[in-house]
């Protein structure tokens, strides 16, 4: 029956191991650089880029889209709450469009992601799980 390309991103499975061959499972990933697994968290490790000090982009944790966030600081810590969700880049420019956040500065970082959260989410597994480097610019801090 051939082929063991599958049609949706790397998930965590019963065990914890990423669907990808290796032995390192996303959670001891995170756990070995210092990341977390959960959207909200500031060490989140799906970040794809960091608009001042406020807005950020994430792949979120099922890899289906990209998710625009704004930091809130609580009591006792600081959390990330989604402002949009968008299933493509141009999507995501789109809302940062709308939104009259889009700058000159950001504009080449989100066109630098790739055009589906899907394929985002399958590098930064990659980087996370098997140290790669990520083919797209990193988070950039813009202020």
Wanted: charge should be positive; include cysteine.
């Amino acid at each position: 029956m051939g082929s063991c390309m599958t049609k949706h991103p790397p998930v965590i499975g019963k065990a914890g191991v990423a669907a990808g061959d290796c032995n390192l499972s996303i959670a001891d990933a995170c756990r070995q650089r210092g990341l977390s697994k959960r959207e909200r968290d500031t060490s989140y490790f799906g970040v794809v880029s960091v608009d001042g000090s406020s807005f950020r982009t994430i792949v979120c944790a099922a890899g289906l889209q990209y998710i625009l966030q704004r930091r809130y600081e609580c009591v006792r810590t600081e959390e990330w709450r989604a402002v949009g969700y968008l299933t493509s880049r141009d999507g995501l420019i789109e809302f940062y469009e709308r939104s009259e956040r889009l700058t000159e500065t950001i504009k080449p970082v989100l066109l630098g992601l790739p055009k589906k959260p899907e394929q985002a989410w399958r590098l930064l597994v990659d980087v996370l799980v098997n140290g790669n480097e990520l083919p797209f610019p990193p988070k950039a801090t813009l202020k």
